[in-house]
């Protein structure tokens, strides 16, 4: 469903004596509320648009845990790391600083699925180095560096979901 399908049944709903509308397509839901109709305040038409969490939100479930899942495993390759592992809670991987995802959407760490991605991990980054993309609603939102220093880890699938605020890569700042 487009935009001005959304407006069109806006237009007609605040034009009828529905009071609420709910239009289900397929993950899709969007409810409209005449609140002329609901409320005496006199305000015009409401919408609530539900964008399908249940694919994002068990997609995103493990992807969250695999940091931790990751520092754990480290720590038995070499001692000195399991003295970090508090750390590691507190701040990621001790002096690591994430690169978090500033929107939930689709990451792509390529510009185009034939293209090389954006960063590797070993890559040098400056601040404003482009290190991927996230599909939000059908637009490409190119994510920058916030911070100059080398990637350490890729926590993120290529073509999955991402929620507001994951951490999508681990930088070793300089």
Do not use: H, W
């Given at each position: 469903?487009?935009?001005?399908?959304?407006?069109?049944?806006?237009?007609?709903?605040?034009?009828?004596?529905?009071?609420?509308?709910?239009?289900?397509?397929?993950?899709?839901?969007?409810?409209?509320?005449?609140?002329?109709?609901t409320?005496?305040?006199?305000?015009?038409?409401?919408?609530?648009a539900?964008?399908?969490?249940?694919?994002n939100l068990p997609?995103?479930?493990?992807?969250?845990?695999?940091?931790?899942?990751?520092?754990?495993?480290?720590?038995?390759?070499?001692?000195?790391?399991?003295?970090?592992?508090?750390?590691?809670?507190?701040?990621?991987?001790?002096?690591?600083?994430?690169?978090?995802?500033?929107?939930?959407?689709?990451?792509?760490?390529?510009?185009?699925?034939?293209?090389?991605?954006?960063?590797?991990?070993?890559?040098?980054?400056?601040?404003?180095?482009?290190?991927?993309?996230?599909?939000?609603m059908?637009?490409?939102?190119?994510?920058?560096?916030?911070?100059?220093?080398?990637?350490?880890?890729?926590?993120?699938?290529?073509?999955?979901?991402?929620?507001?605020?994951?951490?999508?890569?681990?930088?070793?700042?300089?």
């Amino acid at each position: 469903m487009d935009i001005n399908q959304i407006q069109e049944l806006i237009r007609l709903v605040s034009k009828s004596k529905i009071a609420e509308l709910i239009l289900k397509e397929g993950d899709f839901e969007i409810v409209i509320r005449n609140q002329t109709l609901t409320e005496p305040s006199g305000a015009s038409s409401a919408v609530v648009a539900f964008p399908p969490p249940v694919m994002n939100l068990p997609s995103a479930v493990p992807i969250l845990p695999s940091p931790p899942a990751s520092a754990p495993a480290a720590t038995p390759t070499a001692p000195v790391p399991s003295a970090a592992s508090p750390a590691a809670e507190a701040t990621p991987a001790g002096n690591l600083i994430p690169i978090k995802s500033p929107m939930v959407g689709t990451f792509y760490r390529s510009p185009a699925p034939d293209k090389p991605p954006f960063v590797k991990v070993g890559d040098m980054v400056d601040v404003g180095t482009k290190v991927c993309i996230i599909e939000a609603m059908k637009l490409f939102n190119e994510i920058e560096s916030e911070v100059k220093g080398k990637i350490v880890k890729v926590l993120v699938e290529d073509a999955s979901p991402v929620e507001y605020d994951q951490p999508l890569f681990l930088v070793e700042p300089l």
